[in-house]
């Protein structure tokens, strides 16, 4: 396994984090991202205690939920849960807290931007102060329950504004307009980069692929990100019914095995 390559826990979606941990032991993964909801669901100490207690590297930590931006009475109870990702990071030496925007409903995108900025600022005070870096995630134009966010572009300008990282989602800006500009000029928020792949044609989500596998080319943008300046993770976040099909095991042992190659070669000739 590669040193900036991790293997995210969205990878084995329905398995436990018992699972999850066992699984990563006999497949000699040591690089990975952890589910805040698996931690959640087996108690906050003793989920974290068993992350750490188990000597891997925690690339990131993906957070719970999202804010209803056009429902402030919501936000306290979803602050708190995001403070309990933020205590469990601390635990498991987490190098990144990673979360998407949160629905807009009706508001425009101006006005949720007002309305994220507000509703995260005890958040981001909070890991400002535990000095854990906090990124946010655009999301593909179909997860309108996720995100409001939908492109790298408007992501990076968003993390600046707040005083953020960015986490960067290859498979939902693969095709985005002038990529290569905002990857050179916003790599300097990047905190992670999750990988996987597309197949052109495709018509729901999440219906993901092993790297390699679809039409993304990986190559040309992991490149750009590499040749940017990025010297954090590529975090494999695989899930979809394809992935199903295949296993979580076989899936992310390819997955890995592509990714790490790939990273290993292009970052040979960018040294060069």
Not at 140 to 168: E, K, M, P
Not at 213 to 222: A, H, N, Q, S, Y
């Amino acid at each position: 396994m590669h040193p900036r390559v991790s293997l995210s826990a969205i990878s084995t979606f329905t398995w436990s984090l018992d699972e999850d941990l066992a699984f990563w032991v006999d497949a000699g993964i040591t690089n990975v991202g952890v589910s805040a909801a698996k931690l959640e669901h087996a108690g906050w100490e003793e989920g974290a205690r068993r992350v750490a207690s188990a000597g891997l590297r925690v690339t990131n930590l993906i957070g719970l939920g999202s804010f209803r931006l056009d429902a402030p009475d919501g936000w306290p109870a979803q602050r708190e849960r995001i403070h309990h990702v933020l205590a469990a990071a601390d635990t498991i030496g987490a190098e990144c807290v990673v979360v998407t925007t949160g629905p807009a409903g009706p508001l425009p995108w101006e006005e949720a931007a007002d309305a994220l900025a507000n509703a995260l600022a005890p958040v981001l005070a909070d890991a400002r102060e535990r000095g854990t870096p906090f990124a946010l995630e655009h999301t593909n134009s179909l997860r309108v329950d996720i995100g409001f966010v939908h492109t790298l572009r408007d992501v990076v300008d968003l993390a600046r504004r707040l005083g953020t990282g960015v986490c960067v989602e290859v498979n939902a800006c693969w095709a985005e307009r002038g990529l290569a500009h905002t990857i050179a000029a916003g790599a300097d928020t990047f905190r992670l980069v999750q990988v996987s792949d597309f197949a052109v044609g495709t018509l729901a989500t999440p219906d993901r692929l092993v790297p390699g596998d679809g039409d993304i080319p990986l190559e040309r943008i992991v490149g750009q990100v590499l040749a940017a300046g990025y010297e954090g993770c590529f975090d494999l976040e695989l899930i979809g019914p394809r992935i199903t099909e295949e296993g979580y095991a076989a899936a992310a042992g390819r997955g890995v095995e592509y990714v790490s190659e790939l990273i290993g070669r292009l970052g040979a000739t960018i040294a060069r």
